[in-house]
C-alpha cells in the first residue's frame, strides 16, 4: 500500500516474538506491523490502512460508495481473519515462523488442515474473479493488496496450486507486476531459499 | 450501534456451528452477526458498523479527524481480536458456548488463562481511562460499544472484577445507562441464569 501511494519507507526488522518493552511502548498489542508516519507510531494493519488512505488518498486503494467500501473491508477481514487463521498460520506459520522463532518442526496435521483450506478459498476467490475485474469489485482496491501479501507468503514456500484457477492466476499475475510487488518480490527470508517461481512474472 | 442510532432490526438466533446451506449463501465466511440492510445481506462485524457509519452518519460514532478515527479502528480491532482471543473466547466460548454448542465441559487451563488476562487488559483500559473520557478520546465512540460488547458478555458469567478499578466502571456504568443497553441487559441465556448485578445501573 505504502508503495502504491509512493510513501518511502525504511523497513527494520522486529523479533515480535520477543518483544523488546519500546517494542510494548510502540505496540501495547505486541503485533507488527507498526508504522512511524509524521512522528506518531501506528499499529494494527487495517487501522494503519484505513489512516493511509485519509491521509494519503491518491491513489485511492477504496473505492468512491459505501456499498463498494463495505465490500472491501469484508474482504480484507476475510483474508486477515479467516483465511489467516485457516490457511496462513496452519502453514506459513508452521513451516517458516516456526523454524525462525526456535519452536520447532511443523505439526503436520495443521499443514494438512491449511493444505485441504486453501483450495476452498482459491475457489472462493475464483467464484469473485469470475464476475469482477479484481476481488472487491471493477477497480483494484486494498482488498486485493490483503489477499495478495497472504498468497505471496504461501506462494514462497509453494503451498499455492496456480494451476487450480486460471482467473486466480491471471489475477495475481496483474497484482505481481505491480511496482508495489517488486520488493515483495526481491525478499528472502533467512534460511528458505527462494523458489525459482516465486519472482517470475510468467509463473 | 443499530440502538444508538434507532435503526429498527429484529432478531434472529442463527446456529452458525450447524451452518445451514442458507447461511452459508448470506455469508461464506459462516460467522454472525449478518445484518439484513435495505434489502441485502452484510458479514462481518466491523465492515458492517463502518457502513453504517457511512449509511446513517447522526448521531456519529466515529470521530471527525483522520487521527481519531485511527485510534477506534486500533481499539476495536484491540478488543474484537486481541481482548477476544485472550479473554472472550477463554471464558465465555469456555462456559456458555461450548454448553449451548454441546461440546462439554470448560477447559481449566483456558479459563485460568482468560481469568489472568481480562486483569492486564482492565489495567490498558484504566490506562487510556485515566486521560480520556471515553476509550478512544473525548466522545463515545464505536471503540467503547465493541469493548462494552466484550465486558457485557463476560459480566453475565461474573468474569469482570469491576473493583480493580474505579475508572473502568465508572465507564461501564456510562454505558450501561444507554439506550443501546436496554436490550442488552434484558437478555438472558437459556440455562444460565442471569445474574443480579448484571442488569443493575448500580452494580
Known amino acids: 500500500m505504502l508503495a502504491e501511494k509512493k510513501i518511502e519507507v525504511e523497513l527494520?526488522?522486529?523479533?515480535?516474538?520477543?518483544?523488546?518493552?519500546?517494542?510494548?511502548?510502540?505496540n501495547p498489542a505486541g503485533k507488527?506491523?507498526?508504522?512511524k508516519f509524521d512522528g506518531k507510531f501506528l499499529a494494527d494493519s487495517q487501522a494503519i490502512c484505513e489512516y493511509l488512505e485519509e491521509r494519503v488518498?491518491?491513489?485511492?486503494?477504496?473505492?468512491?460508495?459505501?456499498?463498494?467500501?463495505?465490500?472491501?473491508?469484508r474482504l480484507v477481514f476475510w483474508f486477515d481473519d479467516k483465511f489467516h487463521g485457516e490457511v496462513t498460520t496452519k502453514l506459513v506459520h508452521e513451516r517458516v515462523n516456526k523454524r525462525i522463532m526456535g519452536q520447532g518442526y511443523p505439526d503436520s496435521r495443521n499443514v494438512?488442515?491449511?493444505?485441504?483450506?486453501?483450495?476452498?478459498?482459491?475457489?472462493y476467490m475464483e467464484n469473485l474473479l469470475e464476475n469482477r475485474r479484481w476481488l472487491a469489485g471493477d477497480v483494484m482496491t486494498l482488498a486485493d493488496f490483503t489477499a495478495a501479501a497472504h498468497l505471496s507468503c504461501l506462494d514462497y514456500?509453494?503451498?499455492?496450486?496456480?494451476n487450480r484457477s486460471v482467473v486466480v492466476k491471471d489475477w495475481y499475475a496483474k497484482i505481481k507486476s505491480r511496482p508495489a510487488f517488486r520488493t515483495i518480490l526481491?525478499?528472502?527470508i533467512p534460511g528458505v531459499p527462494q523458489p525459482p517461481h516465486y519472482a517470475d512474472l510468467d509463473f
Open 32 to 35: 507488527v506491523p507498526t508504522l
Open 157 to 162: 514456500i509453494s503451498d499455492v496450486d496456480w
Open 12 to 26: 527494520h526488522e522486529e523479533r515480535y516474538w520477543e518483544p523488546t518493552a519500546e517494542f510494548l511502548r510502540r
Open 57 to 73: 488518498p491518491s491513489p485511492p486503494l477504496m473505492p468512491s460508495t459505501a456499498a463498494a467500501r463495505y465490500e472491501v473491508r
Open 112 to 123: 494438512k488442515s491449511g493444505a485441504q483450506a486453501i483450495k476452498q478459498h482459491l475457489d
Open 186 to 188: 526481491a525478499d528472502v
